[in-house]
T-cell receptor, first 118, second 112 residues
Framework: DTGVSQDPRHKITKRGQNVTFRCDPISEHNRLYWYRQTLGQGPEFLTYFQNEAQLEKSRLLSDRFSAERPKGSFSTLEIQRTEQGDSAMYLC????????????????FGPGTRLTVL | KNQVEQSPQSLIILEGKNCTLQCNYTVSPFSNLRWYKQDTGRGPVSLTIMTFSENTKSNGRYTATLDADTKQSSLHITASQLSDSASYICVVREGGYNKLIFGAGTRLAVHP
């Protein structure tokens, strides 16, 4: 399978607990993105990496959220002290950076991790 | 504020019928516009991509149009199938940035 994979697919946790999600991008892709999607809405950008460098973070990414991509391959997204408002689908996407003139880089999405905070 | 708005919010059609989904955006500068299909519980999958100079792009039964002057796009689905039931999301990329701005999507249900 050469697509983007995410683990786990579903996570149910109690308020206040920490959770960590993993994303494995398409192997040759150097860019990796995290999004959050709530029911009936489009994905909202959280952060992105180029190789191992985290280049941009959204204001949605509070201090309780941290993302890493230590070796420029897989990435983890950790949420500390979860709140009920964190319940959402967390999507990971990856892309291979190309010239903008060629239409920009296509982001390929994983299946997502659905988080439910009780 | 850069925004992408889609209409209708939801749509029900009978199998075999055609439909058109709308997308209006205020993103500037504009780089490109994509339509994604998202099945329930899955990640979005890219259907089409159009840059400023492209007016129409087809992918099988899907045809997307772009009017960069009025900042409007549409996605036309021909001879709908049950498997077309999904959310269709319009996504605009800001010029010079890697950030994508997503619409809320149109939820399409195709009934037999």
């Amino acid at each position: 399978d050469t697509g983007v994979s995410q683990d786990p697919r579903h996570k149910i946790t109690k308020r206040g607990q920490n959770v960590t999600f993993r994303c494995d991008p398409i192997s040759e892709h150097n860019r990796l993105y995290w999004y959050r999607q709530t029911l009936g809405q489009g994905p909202e950008f959280l952060t992105y990496f180029q190789n191992e460098a985290q280049l941009e973070k959204s204001r949605l990414l509070s201090d309780r959220f941290s993302a890493e991509r230590p070796k420029g391959s897989f990435s983890t997204l950790e949420i500390q002290r979860t709140e009920q408002g964190d319940s959402a689908m967390y999507l990971c996407a990856s892309s291979l950076s190309v010239s903008v003139g060629q239409g920009g880089n296509t982001q390929y999405f994983g299946p997502g991790t659905r988080l439910t905070v009780l | 504020k850069n925004q992408v708005e889609q209409s209708p919010q939801s749509l029900i059609i009978l199998e075999g019928k055609n439909c058109t989904l709308q997308c209006n955006y205020t993103v500037s500068p504009f780089s490109n516009l994509r339509w994604y299909k998202q099945d329930t519980g899955r990640g979005p999958v890219s259907l089409t991509i159009m840059t400023f100079s492209e007016n129409t792009k087809s992918n099988g039964r899907y045809t997307a149009t772009l009017d960069a002057d009025t900042k409007q796009s549409s996605l036309h689905i021909t001879a709908s199938q049950l498997s077309d039931s999904a959310s269709y999301i319009c996504v605009v990329r800001e010029g010079g940035y890697n950030k994508l701005i997503f619409g809320a999507g149109t939820r399409l249900a195709v009934h037999p």
